[in-house]
């Protein structure tokens, strides 16, 4: 009985012509040609519902990062322009350590490993439960933003 050998260089080859195919032909021909008027249509619609509504519907879609996004620099200027700090807490530094980790909690939302989690691995798990610490802080100390 014979065996068909497959010739595996040749098979990863035509895969490689057909992916630069569709990375640098079809690709930019199918957003430009083809979906960009549909584009266009979404970003006109977008427009108007901020200008009505103050929000469109991408940043509901998204509000964990829009929401991020917008109190970050605000978060980040508290910390550092700091006057006073909540009356629970004993000390400042301690309020300006709890700042730091909802800032660096903000910042992992706004990053795209905030956005698309890979498989869990022990830092990985680490870097998630400081970040979830300091979305708890951001939520605990929400009233108390202010300087």
């Not at 619609?45 to 996004?69: C, E, L, N, T």
Request: proline share 5%.
């Amino acid at each position: 009985m014979k065996y068909k050998v497959f010739d595996i260089q040749q098979d990863d080859q035509s895969s490689l012509i057909v992916d630069w195919w569709n990375e640098h032909i079809w690709y930019p021909i199918y957003r430009i040609v083809i979906m960009k008027p549909y584009d266009f249509m979404y970003q006109i619609k977008w427009m108007f519902q901020h200008i009505f509504r103050g929000y469109s519907d991408p940043s509901v879609w998204d509000a964990d990062y829009h929401i991020a996004k917008y109190a970050l620099p605000r978060i980040r200027k508290l910390k550092t322009y700091q006057h006073g700090f909540p009356p629970r807490l004993a000390t400042r530094k301690e309020w300006k350590n709890i700042l730091g980790e909802i800032v660096y909690a903000l910042q992992y939302v706004c990053s795209d490993d905030g956005i698309c989690p890979r498989r869990p691995t022990k830092s990985r798990i680490a870097i998630e439960k400081r970040v979830q610490n300091g979305l708890e802080l951001f939520g605990k100390y929400f009233r108390n933003l202010w300087d």
